[in-house]
Structure formats: structure tokens, C-alpha cells
T-cell receptor, first 117, second 112 residues
């Protein structure tokens, strides 16, 4: 299957700082990328859907000014957690699909563990 | 509103046993049902998926059973192995929408 990478795999930051997480599709072009958040022993919660070259669509309850998403190319999407606080500590996972219509398999990245002190 | 309900929350079986994980959905517009396997600290990986026009799909040791009238589907793992110990998520999606709706997950432990 196709490969999706995330960087960094883990990050520790101080409260109030901003953190950028990258999601890359390595061997295919991703028209759509998704960002999920996962708390320990819980399911994946969709945060936002990003399409290349357009603004991301955020799920209800997700602060768009806090979680900035940029999908500048067909192989890269970034999530920036601005002014991070301890409650933002979580496992962030991206996924990508290569389709333009209908449903296509989503390929998940390995995740990024964010710890805010 | 939880659109895909998954049970049990956790499951322990002996090696060689057949763990069964169940999911139920509410939205009849869903038309694709994948199962994902996730190991600790890793992203989910697609195991097997089914569409509602078939009642069963088998890939290797993994089988999905689908009951459209009951709006339920389940994952069976034949001859389970300790390496199958992971968290399993069912999911659902409908044509025209790109994002998956995940179940709450089942932590499976296969004891040697």
C-alpha cells in the first residue's frame, strides 16, 4: 500500500508555544488529507479535512484558529497547534487518500505524540 | 451522537481462539465498512473492508460478517495469534463523504 509519513513522531513543548506537524504522502498524490486526534485508549476523532489548495473544513468543536491546517501541495499537509496547552497533549494522526470522487482507501500516518508541559 | 457503536471494549482470548468484535451503525447511508488494526504508538492500518451488497468477506484469517437489515457487522479472527494483539476499530463511510466514522475500538489480547 501507499506510505504516509509524519514528522516529528513525538514532540515535547512548553505551554504557550506553537508546534508544527507535517504529514506527507510519499508515493502518491493526496487530493485530500485528514487530521485526527486520539486520546489514550480512545477512538480517533476527526478534527479537519484538508484539500490541496483550499481552506480546511473543521469538525464542530475544533478551533480553527488554534489548529491551523495548510495543504499547500498534493503531498504535504501541516497541522500547527498554536499556543499549546497541556490539554492539547494527544496523539495526532493524519491520513491521505488519492481519490477525486467516491471513496478511496485512506492511508494513515504513524502518528505524532504531542506532550505539552 | 455516536454513529458507529463497537463492542466489546476489550477482549482476551487464548491462542487459536476466535475473537469476535461487533459493530452497529445508525446511518443507513453508510455504504462502505472497513476494519482497522492499530498497534500502540502507530497509526491504524486497513485490515479488511466490506460493502453492504455482500453478507460475508474473508481475507486470510480475517472475516467480516454483514447483516444489512440489522445494521450490524462483525470481525472474526480465525486461529488468533499473540501477534494479533492490538486495538481494532470498525469504521463506516458513505459515498460523497470523504471522512471515516470510527467505532470506539476493541483492545484484543491473545494469550500464548
Amino acid at each position: 500500500g501507499a506510505v504516509v509519513s509524519q514528522h516529528p513522531s513525538w514532540v515535547i513543548c512548553k505551554s504557550g508555544t506553537s508546534v508544527k506537524i507535517e504529514c506527507r504522502s510519499l508515493d502518491f498524490q493526496a487530493t485530500t488529507m485528514f487530521w485526527y486526534r486520539q486520546f489514550p485508549k480512545q477512538s480517533l476523532m476527526l478534527m479537519a479535512t484538508s484539500n490541496e489548495g483550499s481552506k480546511a473544513t473543521y469538525e464542530q468543536g475544533v478551533e480553527k484558529d488554534k489548529f491551523l491546517i495548510n495543504h499547500a501541495s498534493l503531498t504535504l499537509s501541516t497541522l500547527t497547534v498554536t499556543s499549546a496547552h497541556p490539554e492539547d497533549s494527544s496523539f495526532y494522526i493524519c491520513s491521505a487518500d488519492a481519490g477525486t470522487s467516491g471513496y478511496n482507501e485512506q492511508f494513515f500516518g504513524p502518528g505524532t505524540r504531542l506532550t505539552v508541559l | 451522537q455516536q454513529q458507529v457503536k463497537q463492542s466489546p471494549q476489550s477482549l482476551i482470548v487464548q491462542k487459536g481462539g476466535i475473537p469476535i468484535i461487533n459493530c452497529a451503525y445508525e446511518n443507513t447511508a453508510f455504504d462502505y465498512f472497513p476494519w482497522y488494526q492499530q498497534f500502540p504508538g502507530k497509526g491504524p492500518a486497513l485490515l479488511i473492508a466490506i460493502r453492504p451488497d455482500v453478507s460475508e468477506k474473508k481475507e486470510g484469517r480475517f472475516t467480516i460478517s454483514f447483516n444489512k437489515s440489522a445494521k450490524q457487522f462483525s470481525l472474526h479472527i480465525m486461529d488468533s495469534q499473540p501477534g494479533d494483539s492490538a486495538t481494532y476499530f470498525c469504521a463506516a463511510i458513505r459515498t460523497g463523504r470523504r471522512a471515516l466514522t470510527f467505532g470506539s475500538g476493541t483492545r484484543l489480547q491473545v494469550q500464548p
